[in-house]
């Protein structure tokens, strides 16, 4: 029936109309040459080898650019991981470690982006515990930098203004400061991490959490020290206990001629 039609309309309409009818295969992807001028037939040619250039370019162009620069890459990011390690080395230094301070609450970003890990106080001036632990914090700094634990010591006054919103109040209330709280930075995804501290109120305990934030690498704190410094804190405790709370409690006797000399710590001088 189709080549019958076929020949019909051939004989109807004369040669040309062979040009316009369906091709004899049904599978064949181009025009059969002899239909087309010579012109028709090079850019039926152009037609098809175009995308499947463009698509071989399109695949190869992405690899020729990571072959040709991969050299370059890896040159750049040697030279920025030793930029990182000297910048880490020169970090390193315990005299880079910042200073004991009492800061306020919107100081903390400056100790969250710090790049090293630090034991953070929150205290209110107003609590007993708070009156012991932030000396003992100060000496605890000054004891880390001299044994050269890379470990920062802040104190952050709940009652400094402006004062933390009460979303933090209402976590950390002012009545029962002290509380501590360990921040580790870059713990995950750049961002520093803080965990609250549960330990008890001693030297000891504060040392304890200063050698778990240096890592297991970090020097040992003179034991004498610390028994030092935890008689220092239970005499403290002692005599703000005796201030605040014994009723007629005299004036602290005067010292002996041996040592009228000695300079006693500067807590007992503000005391």
């Known amino acids: ?62 690899l020729l650019l ?4 991969l ?29 004991f301070a009492v800061i306020s609450f919107w100081q903390m970003p400056d100790v969250l982006e710090r790049p090293f890990p630090t034991l953070l106080l929150l205290f209110d001036p107003g609590t007993f515990a708070s009156v012991l632990a932030l000396p003992a914090l100060r ?15 802040a104190a952050l006054d709940l009652g400094a203004s402006p004062a933390p919103p009460d979303s933090f109040l209402w976590q950390y209330p002012r009545a029962t400061a002290p509380h501590i ?4 930075p870059r713990a995950g995804d750049g961002e520093a991490g803080v965990v609250d501290f549960s330990g008890r109120l001693s030297a000891a305990a504060f040392a304890e959490a200063a050698a778990e934030l240096a890592g297991p690498e970090a020097p040992d704190l003179p034991q004498q020290a ?28 005067a010292p002996t001629a041996g040592a ?12």
Request: with cysteine; aromatic share 8%.
């Open 181 to 184: 709280q360990l921040v580790m």
């Open 139 to 153: 000496d605890l700094e000054a004891l880390l930098r001299a044994s050269g634990v890379k470990v920062a010591v």
């Open 1 to 62: 029936l189709m080549r019958s039609h076929r020949r019909e309309v051939i004989e109807r309409v004369g040669p040309q109309a062979e040009r316009y009818l369906p091709t004899k295969d049904p599978n064949a992807f181009l025009l059969p040459d002899e239909r087309l001028d010579p012109a028709e037939r090079w850019w039926q040619k152009v037609f098809v080898a175009v995308p499947w250039l463009v698509f071989a370019c399109m695949l190869a162009a992405p």
């Open 226 to 253: 610390l028994a030092r410094m935890e008689a220092q804190l239970q005499e403290l405790r002692d005599r703000v206990f005796g201030m605040l709370f014994v009723e007629d409690a005299g004036v602290p006797p």
């Open 260 to 271: 009228a000399g000695a300079d006693p710590a500067w807590w007992r001088r503000l005391l």
């Open 71 to 99: 050299p370059f890459l890896q040159r750049r990011a040697q030279e920025e991981r030793k930029l990182a390690e000297a910048r880490a080395a020169a970090l390193a230094s315990p005299d880079r470690v910042p200073a």
């Open 66 to 69: 990571v072959r040709t620069n």
